[in-house]
């Protein structure tokens, strides 16, 4: 069974007490929009009009141990929750409720599907919330890992938001884990190596730049997520600037690409589309310098004892 982010998995067409009879049988994960979190602290649906009611210790796993806070089962309110039929009740009106785990699904995906990676696999997942320091993605169920700030590129951001946006999709590469055995992620390795991505640009062009850092000695302006160029000093730029950029240079032997600065744009949010060089399978190691470069930047991922 494939495990997906919530929100990615399709809804099945039409809900029907036979149908539900069969998901139950066959422990089906399914989805659909929550519509309240009522008084009695769980969170109810309608399954083509069929009511379903998902209590409170089923909202997330985690709950009856107290590890799930009630503003994220609130914040599920209007949004597409994961879950699998889990019985059913009998109403004083004649009427048959449906109940719903969103924590069995959780359970299952662990076990059958996150347990079982080890560093270096890639996964994909969907930027849920964003943080200073890094961006949550659900890698499955509604389970949660982190990407840190400093694993989203090479290129040094100020903010995960320069890079992802909430809804966004992602294949990442498992980093490891924490110490309460959360999954730590990364992007940087996955959108290629100083190499390929100079292999883009050459010598003569004019493309587009985000300016990334300042300094006395130049402008560091970023071509492509894992790819940056130095322009003379300007005070007219800023940090998250957009410009375009010539390319006066570009030299592999010390992975720099020299730069002037054409225009700069103000007020103009641009964001480099995600490139993947690398999409399926499993990295052991991954070197971002170019052979014989002074300073070697690389990845190992150490398998999980």
């Not at 969170?43 to 379903?52: D, E, M, Q, R, V």
């Not at 000093?233 to 592999?252: E, F, M, T």
Request: aromatic content about 8%.
């Amino acid at each position: 069974m494939e495990f997906y982010a919530e929100g990615l998995r399709k809804y099945p067409q039409v809900y029907t007490m036979e149908k539900l009879q069969q998901y139950l049988q066959e422990g089906t994960i399914l989805e659909s929009r929550a519509l309240t979190f009522g008084s009695d602290r769980a969170l109810h649906f309608s399954l083509n009009g069929i009511p379903a009611v998902m209590p409170y210790e089923e909202c997330a796993d985690g709950v009856r141990e107290g590890k799930v806070r009630d503003i994220a089962l609130l914040t599920r309110v209007g949004r597409s929750v994961c879950f699998v039929v889990a019985g059913f009740r009998q109403q004083t009106d004649g009427t048959t409720l449906a109940i719903l785990s969103r924590a069995a699904a959780q359970r299952r995906c662990q076990e059958e599907y996150l347990s079982h990676l080890n560093p270096g696999d890639l996964l994909s997942c969907r930027v849920t919330h964003i943080e200073p320091f890094g961006a949550f993605c659900d890698v499955g169920c509604g389970i949660c890992a982190l990407l840190p700030i400093d694993c989203l590129s090479v290129s040094r951001i100020s903010s995960p938001s320069d890079r992802v946006q909430i809804g966004q999709e992602l294949r990442c590469v498992l980093k490891g884990r924490d110490a309460q055995g959360r999954l730590i992620l990364s992007l940087k390795e996955l959108l290629g190596t100083w190499e390929e991505n100079a292999a883009r640009f050459a010598p003569g062009e004019a493309v587009m730049g985000i300016v990334r850092s300042c300094e006395e000695y130049g402008v560091f302006i970023e071509l492509a997520p894992n790819l940056v160029g130095l322009a003379e000093p300007n005070d007219a730029l800023h940090r998250g600037q957009a410009v375009s950029v010539y390319i006066k240079n570009i030299l592999p032997q010390r992975m720099k690409i020299k730069l002037v600065v054409l225009s700069c744009f103000e007020n103009d949010a641009f964001r480099f589309p995600l490139t993947y060089f690398v999409s399926e399978g499993h990295l052991d190691r991954w070197e971002y310098s170019c052979p014989n470069a002074p300073h070697k930047i690389e990845t190992i991922f150490t398998p999980s004892v």
